[in-house]
């Protein structure tokens, strides 16, 4: 199901067939560095994590993490969208995508696209982000969005504080 649509890119719901590009994504150096790894090692790992995170959270929120993929071709390039994670009150945007997509703006697009869709279809009054502290690539993106740097937060699954980010008001 097809949620967003920019110049270049398709957001979608991500399915089961999506697996492959979960498990390449998932295992990246850079999402492995900056996000954690999440134990996807296999397709079946990577069903699950689709099916128990963000299908879970479609079917009891109506919004997750959607799958970024190139109009011109359908090739699936990151992942990008509103989630409700544990630790902190308000929804927050995430977005990855593969080292040979990024630097092209990609993200800033499907980013800035999907805090819309937060704040204008969903509704969002606070829009939050979380980085991490060595990740200037996507502190610099959140702050191209609108989206202001609110000091450092504690999430129970990190050994480290995350910069906290968020939108006004």
Not at 92 to 106: E, K, S, V
Request: glycine share 12%.
């Amino acid at each position: 199901m097809n949620v967003l649509e920019t110049d270049r890119l398709i957001l979608r719901r991500l399915n089961a067939e999506d697996a492959p590009f979960i498990l390449e994504l998932l295992n990246d150096p850079g999402w492995l560095r900056f996000i954690g790894d999440k134990g996807v090692r296999t397709l079946d790992d990577a069903r699950n994590y689709i099916r128990n995170g963000p299908a879970d959270m479609y079917a009891r929120l109506g919004h997750g993490l959607y799958l970024a993929s190139l109009k011109d071709g359908g090739a699936p390039i990151g992942l990008c969208g509103l989630i409700k994670r544990d630790g902190l009150d308000d929804v927050d945007i995430g977005f990855a995508f593969l080292p040979q997509y990024r630097g092209r703006g990609y993200a800033l697009e499907a980013a800035a696209a999907t805090l819309a869709y937060g704040r204008n279809t969903l509704g969002l009054k606070r829009i939050v982000a979380i980085a991490a502290p060595d990740n200037e690539a996507s502190a610099r993106l959140l702050e191209q969005i609108g989206l202001r740097d609110e000091g450092r937060i504690q999430l129970a699954h990190r050994e480290q504080p995350l910069r906290l980010f968020a939108t006004a008001g």
